[in-house]
């Protein structure tokens, strides 16, 4: 459909004519198209698909398997989270089926019955004896270790699960309460919301203000800790505070899998940009072992390493690790200046 | 500019005059990768995507009959793939299944001072959080002209759409981005 325009058919007319200028050609300055125009300048610069990515994915293609990448985690996040909301909401529909047992006795109405009427009917309408009085379950405090939450109710009670179902359905339930999160439960959330605010609202600064109520509250004893250290770091790079970010890298035992090989040659970048280039060194080091994959971790330590190297003064590391780099990534990001740099 | 950079080489069409999946792959895989990763964003896995663009290719070809031409076809392809990959990423988030690639992105400097560098991606982010505020047909063809530096009458072969609709579409593209830059902005300060 067409939208509306302001000024009617000369807007259109106007609206036909031709773009000559592009707002990314535009040099730097005050007015809204300069500002978009360097915006849109930044964006522009995407890097060439590399050759190796290019045969990678043509190989896919020869093998005619449908490559189905990583997808199966979030397909299997979304049944486990439709089965949970199935649960829970056949558990509360249960409950208030069962909410008769416990409602409030009913007003006594006097009904005048019939000699003959049945006994049962009578039952009825007399109010059932009225619910013990049960002194209502401590509050939960808001700080509730994830260990506590996580032991068996059962454990507490000491009783059997056949006993404990049996003793259920024999007594009254106790009045409907609102039902406490677990500590994990409540962690989680607040370190979702605190992954919303970064990656979807893209407000690095109120996701810092949550991952510090997530440690305010579970200290450092939450069982989400170390997502939680993954989140802050990104959130503290994104806000170019840089040295607060590699304060929490330097605190942390990083491994050579996974998420820790990323935020290992962050550390060693970090590092390296602040000047430590021994500490830097031994970063890059680690992981450029042996058995490192060629990936753009390897890519990125390769070349951090070499001008960790030319810092130090190591010009003849610095040039062989360019001359490997240029052997193992071609058409890697830094290729063009590894080829300036050592004048190929 | 030219429609198809430099790094296309020519298609051999094969003996019933449609070319063969390896021969489309040869000649456009850099430029459908080149779209794909401007059309789907600073998150995509562009590998996955020109990949799941080729088995797209490879599916649809024999009935490819040669009436659009073939970067027509493949961009068309294309923008498919990267709508819905968008759409799946929005998605995907809630779950932080892209964890690992968006640490890599968000930590990845291209040299040592990743002061620039960063700076970068935040202005990239902050654009395609703009342009995704488009509706779709503003958005690419504002990023086909102003990312992939095409002409109007390039965009227009590669779209399908009348060199006047780019023109149109372009101006309220233009219009609409000047308007949710400034609205982000102020949200953000």
């Not at chain 1, 995407?46 to 199966?72: C, G, I």
């Not at chain 1, 753009?296 to 330590?301: G, I």
């Not at chain 2, 999946?21 to 995509?44: D, F, I, Q, S």
Request: hydrophobic share 40%; proline share 8%.
């Amino acid at each position: 459909m067409k939208e509306p325009t302001a000024r009617g058919s000369q807007t259109d007319a106007d609206e036909r004519t031709p773009i000559r200028d592009r707002w990314s050609a535009r040099p730097s300055g005050d007015s809204d198209e300069a500002l978009a125009g360097a915006l849109l300048r930044s964006a522009a610069v995407v890097p060439p698909f590399p050759a190796k990515n290019l045969a990678e994915v043509a190989a896919r293609l020869r093998s005619r398997e449908r490559h189905v990448p990583r997808k199966w985690t979030w397909q299997i996040a979304i049944a486990v989270g439709l089965l949970l909301f199935g649960g829970a909401l056949s558990a509360a529909v249960m409950h208030i089926l069962r909410r008769p047992a416990v409602s409030p006795p009913a007003p006594v109405v006097p009904v005048s019955m019939p000699a003959s009427a049945p006994a049962r009917r009578a039952h009825s309408v007399v109010a059932p004896p009225p619910a013990p009085v049960l002194s209502p379950e401590p509050e939960p405090s808001p700080i509730v270790r994830a260990e506590e939450t996580h032991a068996p109710r059962l454990a507490h009670s000491g009783g059997t699960p056949e006993s404990a179902a049996a003793k259920a359905s024999l007594e009254p339930l106790p009045p409907a309460a609102p039902a406490s999160p677990s500590a994990l439960a409540q962690e989680s959330r607040l370190l979702a919301g605190a992954i919303h605010k970064l990656r979807q609202e893209h407000d690095p600064g109120q996701a810092l203000a949550m991952l510090d109520e997530h440690r305010a509250r579970f200290e450092a004893k939450g069982a989400l800790e170390p997502e939680a250290n993954v989140t802050r770091i990104e959130a503290l790079l994104r806000l170019g505070r840089h040295d607060q970010a590699l304060g929490l890298l330097d605190g942390l035992a990083l491994t050579r899998a996974g998420v820790g090989r990323e935020m290992l040659v962050a550390r060693a970048e970090l590092r390296a940009e602040k000047g430590r280039s021994a500490a830097a060194l031994n970063d890059f080091n680690s992981l450029l072992s042996a058995d490192a994959p060629p990936d753009v971790v390897s890519e990125r330590a390769l070349y951090g390493r070499a001008t960790c190297r030319a810092q130090i003064g190591d010009g003849a590391g610095a040039r062989a690790d360019l001359e490997d780099y240029l052997t193992r990534f071609p058409t890697g990001r830094f290729a063009d200046r590894a080829r300036t740099l050592i004048g190929k | 500019m030219t429609l198809v950079r430099s790094d296309a080489t020519p298609v051999i069409e094969s003996r019933s005059g449609v070319p063969d999946l390896e021969t489309l792959y040869r000649a456009h895989a850099p430029t459908v990768a080149r779209w794909v990763a401007k059309l789907a964003g600073p998150l995509a896995d562009v590998d996955d995507l020109v990949h799941e663009i080729f088995l797209v290719v490879r599916r649809r070809l024999p009935e490819f009959r040669g009436d659009a031409k073939v970067t027509t076809w493949l961009y068309r392809i294309t923008e498919r793939v990267a709508q819905e990959s968008r759409r799946k990423d929005r998605f995907r988030r809630w779950f932080s299944r892209a964890r690992h690639v968006e640490i890599e992105r968000s930590l990845a400097p291209s040299h040592l001072t990743p002061v620039d560098e960063f700076e970068r991606r935040q202005s990239t982010e902050t654009v395609y959080r703009i342009l995704d505020q488009l509706p779709g047909k503003y958005r690419n063809v504002l990023i086909l002209f102003e990312l992939e530096e095409l002409s109007g009458e390039d965009i227009a072969t590669l779209t399908g759409l009348k060199p006047a609709t780019v023109w149109v579409h372009l101006h309220r593209a233009r219009a609409r981005f000047i308007a949710e830059m400034k609205r982000d902005s102020g949200r953000r300060t």
